[in-house]
Antibody, heavy 121, light 110 residues
Framework: EVQLVQSGAEVKKPGESLKISCKGS????????IGWVRQMPGKGLEWMGI????????RYSPSIQGQVTMSVETSINTAYMQWSSLKASDTAIYYC??????????????WGQGTTVTVSS | QSVLTQPPSVSAAPGQKVTISCSGS????????VSWYQQFPGAAPKLLIY???KRPSGIPDRFSGSKSGASATLAITGLQTGDEADYYC???????????FGGGTKVTVL
C-alpha cells in the first residue's frame, strides 16, 4: 500500500524551532515529488512547495519562500519541513503529499494524515 | 484570497445533481490540467479527479470533471448524504511557478 505517514502533533512557543517529518512507503520514494500543503484553522488549502527526493530540487511558493526549509533523507524515505523561528501565524495543519508533476499537470494523489502545529505563548 | 475562485457553498436534495465551478486564468487553468479534492471534517483531503476528468481507482462515476477555457467544473450526480464535504479544485500556475487551489466549496445535502 502506498502511503505517507507524518510525525505527531506539536505544541511550541513563538521563536522556537521545529522539524516535522513525512515517511513514504509502498512506492519508489525518489521518483516522485513530495509537496507540503498548509491548512490554517477553519481555512482552505494552501500549496507551500515541493521537493524532488531524487536530487533535492526544491521549489517554494512565493508567499512561503524564506519561512520554511524543505529537505529529504532518501536512505529512510523521509521528507522534512522545518522552521527556525515559529510565529503564532504558523499554527495550522500541515499535509505532505505525493505530487505527480508533468507538463501541464500536477495532481496530489497520496496524502499524509496531517501534522497539527500549534504555536502559542 | 485564493488564485482560483469557487462558490463558498452549494446544496441539493438527495438524488439530485450539484455542480461546483472553479474559475481561473490563462496562467493556470487555461493551460494546465485541473484536479479536484474531497475533504471530510477532521480528515485529510483525497484526490477525486485528476487531469480534468479522470477518476482514480475507487472513485464512483457519480463524480465527474470537465474543463472549458479557464474554468473547470465538478459534477456530483445521485447526491448522497455521505457526499457532504468540502471540495477543492487545484492546478499549476505558470506565473507563480507553483500549485494553486480554490478556496473550497462546502456541499450540503438538504
Amino acid at each position: 500500500e502506498v502511503q505517507l505517514v507524518q510525525s505527531g502533533a506539536e505544541v511550541k512557543k513563538p521563536g522556537e524551532s521545529l522539524k516535522i517529518s513525512c515517511k513514504g512507503s509502498g512506492y519508489s520514494f525518489t521518483n516522485y515529488w513530495i509537496g507540503w500543503v498548509r491548512q490554517m484553522p477553519g481555512k482552505g488549502l494552501e500549496w507551500m512547495g515541493i521537493i524532488y527526493p531524487g536530487d533535492s530540487d526544491t521549489r517554494y511558493s512565493p508567499s512561503i519562500q524564506g519561512q520554511v526549509t524543505m529537505s529529504v533523507e532518501t536512505s529512510i524515505n523521509t521528507a522534512y519541513m522545518q522552521w527556525s523561528s515559529l510565529k503564532a501565524s504558523d499554527t495550522a495543519i500541515y499535509y505532505c503529499v505525493r505530487e505527480r508533476i508533468s507538463t501541464g499537470t500536477n495532481s496530489l494523489d497520496v496524502w499524509g494524515q496531517g501534522t497539527t502545529v500549534t504555536v502559542s505563548s | 484570497q485564493s488564485v482560483l475562485t469557487q462558490p463558498p457553498s452549494v446544496s441539493a436534495a438527495p438524488g439530485q445533481k450539484v455542480t461546483i465551478s472553479c474559475s481561473g486564468s490563462s496562467s493556470n487553468i487555461g493551460h494546465n490540467y485541473v484536479s479536484w479534492y474531497q475533504q471530510f471534517p477532521g480528515a485529510a483531503p483525497k484526490l477525486l479527479i485528476y487531469d480534468n476528468d479522470k477518476r482514480p481507482s475507487g472513485i464512483p462515476d457519480r463524480f465527474s470533471g470537465s474543463k472549458s477555457g479557464a474554468s473547470a467544473t465538478l459534477a456530483i450526480t445521485g447526491l448522497q448524504t455521505g457526499d457532504e464535504a468540502d471540495y477543492y479544485c487545484g492546478t499549476w500556475d505558470r506565473s507563480l511557478r507553483g500549485g494553486v487551489f480554490g478556496g473550497g466549496t462546502k456541499v450540503t445535502v438538504l
